[in-house]
């Protein structure tokens, strides 16, 4: 099952990190929060991907064009006839990617569209290239397939923007930072689509995926929730990068569900 991620946004809420790069490319202890995402796909067996180009997608390029070359070790011949040979490529993801370019300035229902070409073929996913979560994949795809609907989207509780703290007669008894919040769940991305979802969107480049086509496959009946209680956190500003930078550093990082 091929697996779409959205990545030509500007990021302009984030710009102290996406002047040079794309938001997806911006990294999280290290690694682009791209690779974190897909990581988390290919922990539940799903390593086919692809991903919709538009803001500086030509770092994105080369980040894939040179990922041998910046997580092996390698040997190389210069001369008339180079030649490059790699060691322990076995550590290396075996990762089946396509990269689409999109358009600088499309959105993204019109970004889905531009690539339908690659994911007719049968059932598909698709989320956003910056935003993490402790969601389990295999079990969002069977709740998928039990509805027999066109699409199910993930339903997170927005994190809080302020600190949580429990208290009893005057003493702080627990200090959360960014707690889940008690409201009503929002999109968090983490979609399951079937092909026929794709006649709802358009190529025109104002097409909004999250307006006009899933409102419609919602009064269709078409569009169910899988509802997520766990962790989920987008990257939208600075401080959202600073805190997922933290949490990875300390060894807290909830979407971390693989193994090194």
């Not at 799903?46 to 991903?51: G, N, P, Q």
């Not at 040179?66 to 550590?91: C, E, S, W």
């Not at 169910?224 to 987008?234: D, K, L």
């Amino acid at each position: 099952m091929k697996v779409v991620i959205l990545c030509g946004g500007q990021g302009t809420r984030l710009r102290e990190e996406t002047e040079y790069r794309p938001k997806p490319m911006v990294e999280i202890g290290g690694r682009p929060m791209l690779w974190h995402i897909m990581k988390m796909y290919a922990h539940r067996g799903f390593e086919e991907f692809v991903l919709c180009l538009g803001y500086k997608g030509q770092v994105i390029r080369e980040y894939f064009l040179d990922y041998h070359a910046m997580n092996a070790d390698f040997t190389i011949q210069l001369g008339a006839k180079p030649k490059v040979t790699y060691y322990n490529r076995d550590a290396i993801e075996k990762w089946r990617v396509t990269l689409a370019e999109t358009g600088a300035e499309t959105m993204t229902g019109a970004r889905l569209a531009r690539v339908a070409k690659y994911v007719r073929g049968g059932t598909f996913m698709l989320t956003y290239g910056d935003g993490v979560s402790d969601v389990n994949i295999r079990d969002l795809v069977a709740f998928h397939r039990s509805h027999g609907k066109l699409v199910t989207v993930t339903g997170v509780r927005p994190p809080s923007r302020f600190g949580e703290m429990d208290i009893k007669d005057s003493r702080v008894i627990s200090f959360n930072e960014k707690p889940q919040v008690s409201q009503g769940l929002i999109n968090g991305g983490f979609f399951v689509m079937e092909p026929g979802f794709l006649r709802y969107l358009s190529d025109d480049p104002a097409c909004v995926l999250e307006q006009e086509p899933l409102q419609r496959c919602a009064q269709d009946g078409q569009l169910m929730i899988y509802r997520h209680e766990g962790f989920w956190q987008p990257m939208d500003t600075f401080r959202e990068y600073e805190l997922l930078n933290r949490l990875w550093t300390a060894g807290r990082a909830p979407w971390k569900t693989w193994k090194d």
